[in-house]
């Protein structure tokens, strides 16, 4: 009888151990599946568009009008941003001249939009709704505080054969009403500047 009793008991000890080793099992790929998913990669494209054509109004007027072979959204990360890797068009109307838009070229861009900031790099040229026209390596955007910058070499012609050249960069509002360069130089006729160079 005794045999029989430390049998089960036996039976049941080793039952308890699988029980507690499959536990601890357990628990240890529970710690690796966090492990892995807070590791895991989330920085890739939500949303892809190409072609896109995106409108932006504002009571029934067109504020902004923007083109680009290939749109990226990036929202599962921090800091969310949209990519244009191969290259954008957008054009901006103001109330000035609300019938004849500025343009900006570039063959990237980039729009963080916790920080409502743009970017945007590679050949760009940008034509203001005055007819002045802008061109530079880099250009920033920051919309918040409505400027622009940057600290390239700037080269700036008008309708009438007015060259400037801003070799350390400038600074500008937005809607490039004023700006200011720095380190200047080229022909230009000062009384028509509308803003200090320095």
């Not at 080269?155 to 009438?160: A, E, I, Y």
Request: proline residues 3%; positive net charge; contains cysteine.
């Amino acid at each position: 009888m005794k045999d029989y009793y430390s049998k089960i008991f036996n039976l049941k000890t080793s039952q308890r151990f699988i029980l507690l080793l499959m536990f601890f099992l357990i628990q240890s790929c529970e710690e690796d599946l966090t492990k892995i998913n807070k590791n895991k990669k989330t920085n890739f494209a939500s949303q892809v568009i190409y072609n896109g054509a995106i409108l932006q109004k504002d009571s029934g007027q067109i504020k902004v009008r923007f083109t680009a072979p290939l749109i990226e959204k990036y929202e599962l990360i921090d800091s969310p941003y949209v990519e244009a890797k191969k290259g954008m068009y957008l054009e901006f109307f103001d109330k000035k001249n609300p019938k004849t838009p500025g343009k900006i070229w570039a063959k990237y861009a980039k729009y963080n939009e916790k920080k409502d900031f743009y970017f945007a790099r590679g050949r760009v040229k940008v034509i203001t709704t005055e007819g002045q026209t802008f061109v530079m390596e880099t250009i920033n955007w920051d919309k918040k505080n409505k400027k622009m910058y940057t600290k390239d070499t700037v080269f700036v012609s008008d309708k009438d054969g007015n060259i400037l050249v801003g070799s350390h960069g400038m600074v500008a509002k937005d809607d490039f009403s004023e700006y200011t360069f720095f380190n200047n130089s080229g022909s230009f006729n000062s009384a028509k500047l509308p803003a200090t160079s320095q």
